[in-house]
């Protein structure tokens, strides 16, 4: 190595004592080994790359006996020549050589002995340390961007997994970074999963991060209206994450009761009609809400709606013109959210309007009908769907001879206040005709218009009510009291028959105290009695 160190042809002299010298010109070679390249020149720590090493007479082509890299022997010698070593596997050197630092390649062969390239080669640790995002729905999909350090050479990632599952394509990548696209995970993880992010490369094998990405089931984060009637026909908005594809939702849940429709969907929301549950779910229990899609199969959400009663309990008033306008007032239960109720109908006729409303109460002006009868209210609002009255609960449209139901006269309508007055005028020329003094005639007149007008329907009823005085009625006045009575009252009386005259006498003085100021000589009681007043309102 010191007189020919880059190797030479040169004679060979045999020196004996017998022959003295004995020389063949170029009979030898020194040759000087070298190694020239390494590809690749860099690894990962845990070895198993494959490096071609090239060089000049690096053996005789089967005598190669040790390879080391960094002082890290290699795990086989797959292939050699008289020039080259070929697929060289390199070895473990996670506990044994700095990280990042170059080191020697050195070859030993029976015929060339020893042979080095200085910093041949490194050892490089890859890592990911970052992954984004971090979750992403079974259905797969998802653009994910990896980052790490020395994840590849730049172009050679030739797999990427997430949860064992592998990606749909791999988009981009560089040495350091790789952008890919998650694929469907539904066969492998139906539950979901948390699992690992592993990419494969041909320069840096595998490269793993532990429990890196998670596949998620979809979820739902609200229901709105949370409730709605037993009867069904209500609108629900399902709003979440992932619950399908956008098109792919195939069944919808609520409280263990299938929807009657899927009106329209997203990938995180969807909106339904609600299907009845009458006589199939305890009321007033909250129930799951759950989501069935093909990409993403269940989402759900617990305690998520309830099924509720919705009642109509009374109308005020029952009964009212054909002709519209009455304002009812309709009270119940779970009618609407206060905002939402869009119809409501009587007898099957729309109102004319709806006035105003909240949850358990509607106001409403009547519409015009045709049709004179009694029948059903139905209310119709997007949270409860259709809420229809029971047959105790009714509403009458009437026929007053054009008079609308707001046209009224002391609570009665004109043509009824008409015939009531008729008969008012004929009672009053009556009482005159008996020559009665002005006083006890306008005590009488009162007394009369008064307790037919207002329905105070017998001398019984107004027993309960009226203080006991004296004054006795004429047998006109007891035969008009009778007249006025209702019909069911006056079948079972005798029109002789004597009324409790201290009574009627009592309802006298009371009547006329609150028509007309009482002078101070006089013997009729000053004020009304309370009783009397609640029966009068």
């Not at 890299?69 to 044994?96: K, L, M």
């Not at 998802?142 to 350090?149: E, L, P, S």
């Not at 709003?239 to 009106?263: E, N, R």
């Not at 004296?470 to 006109?476: A, D, L, M, Q």
Request: proline share 3%; net charge negative; with cysteine.
């Amino acid at each position: 190595s010191s007189v020919c160190p880059s190797g030479c042809v040169g004679d060979v002299v045999v020196t004996s004592t017998s022959m003295l010298v004995t020389t063949l010109k170029n009979g030898f070679a020194y040759r000087a080994s070298n190694i020239s390249s390494v590809s690749p020149a860099e690894g990962p720590v845990q070895g198993g790359t494959s490096v071609t090493i090239s060089g000049e007479h690096l053996g005789s082509g089967d005598d190669i006996t040790s390879v080391t890299i960094c002082g890290i022997p290699v795990q086989s010698i797959s292939d050699q020549t008289h020039d080259s070593v070929v697929e060289v596997v390199t070895g473990d050197a996670t506990a044994t050589y700095p990280l990042g630092t170059k080191g020697d390649i050195v070859i030993t062969s029976t015929s060339m002995l020893t042979t080095t390239l200085d910093d041949g080669f490194t050892y490089l640790l890859s890592t990911i340390n970052l992954v984004d995002p971090v979750q992403g729905p079974l259905r797969g999909g998802t653009q994910v961007a990896i980052f790490g350090n020395n994840l590849g050479c730049g172009n050679d990632i030739t797999a990427v997994s997430f949860c064992g599952v592998f990606v749909q394509s791999i988009i981009s990548q560089t040495r350091d970074w790789v952008l890919v696209s998650t694929g469907i995970a539904t066969g492998a993880h139906p539950s979901g999963c948390v699992g690992d992010v592993v990419i494969t490369s041909t320069s840096m094998l595998e490269t793993t991060l532990v429990n890196g990405f998670t596949y998620e089931l979809g979820s739902i984060t609200s229901v709105q209206p949370s409730q709605g009637s037993i009867n069904g026909g209500a609108s629900i908005t399902i709003t979440g994450k992932d619950l399908g594809d956008g098109s792919d939702i195939h069944s919808v849940a609520l409280c263990g009761i299938s929807v009657a429709s899927i009106v329209s969907q997203t990938e995180d929301s969807v909106i339904v009609q609600t299907g009845g549950a009458i006589g199939t779910y305890p009321l007033g229990i909250v129930g799951a809400v759950v989501v069935g899609s093909t990409s993403m199969l269940s989402a759900s959400l617990e305690d998520g709606f309830t099924y509720v009663v919705n009642v109509i309990h009374s109308l005020e008033p029952t009964r009212g013109s054909i002709e519209g306008g009455t304002r009812l007032t309709i009270t119940g239960e779970n009618l609407g959210n206060g905002n939402d109720i869009t119809s409501v109908t009587l007898c099957g006729t729309p109102v004319a309007s709806i006035d105003s409303q909240t949850m358990n109460t509607v106001v409403v002006i009547t519409g015009t009908t045709s049709t004179v009868g009694t029948c059903n209210v139905v209310i119709t609002s997007t949270s409860y769907g259709t809420t229809t009255s029971s047959l105790r609960v009714t509403f009458t449209y009437e026929d007053t001879g054009g008079e609308s139901g707001d046209s009224l006269i002391l609570g009665l309508t004109v043509t009824d206040f008409l015939i009531r007055l008729i008969v008012f005028v004929f009672c009053a020329i009556s009482v005159l005709i008996l020559g009665l003094s002005w006083n006890r005639i306008r005590i009488r007149l009162w007394t009369h218009s008064r307790c037919w007008v207002t329905r105070i329907p017998n001398s019984e009823e107004a027993e309960r009510v009226i203080m006991r005085r004296g004054w006795v009625p004429t047998r006109w006045e007891r035969l008009m009291l009778w007249i006025w009575e209702p019909k069911d009252h006056r079948k079972t009386r005798d029109v002789s028959a004597a009324l409790p005259a201290e009574n009627i006498a009592e309802a006298v003085r009371i009547m006329a105290v609150e028509m007309t100021p009482v002078s101070s000589t006089s013997n009729l009681v000053t004020q009304p009695s309370k009783d009397f007043m609640q029966i009068h309102s």
